[in-house]
């Protein structure tokens, strides 16, 4: 499980490039007011409409007399409703087959099986740009990912909130886990459909690929999973955003069953006492 959580990077990467975006807020603030400029406009319309000459309210209200000599048109036939289908499974699209679902079967107990992870990444954008660091997952909910030097950005769920932090714009931006995908690497159990469904599943020579969407909001994005297999291990993540946008991520040296010190996951931002700039998004 700790491997899969470093899935909840696939939310990230847009996340921090909106966090790093100067003119987010300038955009916020220019949407907000067009929308009350619109409402004055609206309101303004409706106050100045008024009924036409001659309009009786009461007179509206009546209802119109029954037509003369016009027979009721007959009821159409309704076609037999066939009975439920107790025996059918819905399945994902595309349909999986008894080995496609045994596999993804195996995939979801050894993702439960893995309680907490440390690992090397290396985060690979859609124009080839790279960042190194650590990720550190310990399930449920938390989760510590330290960008190489000389970034200075991390981002820490502590169970409640992701915190990232951008270092070049000293401010931090809090994003509820419950809001994003996140919740599903970071939950306890984690399960393979409701909350998420099965888009894709292949399987290769010495590899399996499952592609995820939320049930929800198929359009935010989707999250593939790549498994080595025999034994099976998460070696990689990819991400498309709404956008279109994806971004990779590849583990190396992975240590499960790690024992964290709990301030691992303790969010503390490097201007503590010194003021920043922070935004929680909805």
Known sequence: MRIVLLALLLILPALTARAADPNY??????????????????AKALAAHKPPPGYNAAMAMKPLPAPVDVPPA?????????????????????????????????????????????????????HGGTMRGIIDIERPGRMRVTYAKP???????????????????????NVPERASLADFILRDPIVLSGDVTITKFERKSSKMELTLTESKDPGAGSLTLVFEDHPLILRQWRVIDAEGHTTGVNLTDEQAGVDFPDSTFNFVPPTFGRGLHTETVP
């Not at 087959?97 to 439960?112: E, S, V």
């Not at 970034?151 to 931006?173: C, E, K, P, R, Y």
């Open 25 to 42: 807020a300038q955009e916020s603030a220019a949407s907000v007011t067009a929308t009350k400029q619109a409402a004055e406009v609206a």
């Open 74 to 126: 007959p009821e159409p036939i309704a076609a037999p409703t066939p009975p439920p289908d107790t025996e059918a499974e819905v399945l994902p699209a595309p349909d999986l087959t008894p080995q496609d679902r045994a596999d993804i079967k195996r995939i979801q107990l050894y993702l439960n099986q893995l309680k907490s992870i440390k690992a090397d990444f290396m985060q690979i954008d859609d």
């Open 151 to 173: 970034s200075g950005d991390f981002i820490v769920a502590d169970g409640d909130f992701v915190h990232i932090w951008n270092a070049d714009l000293q401010s931090q931006t």
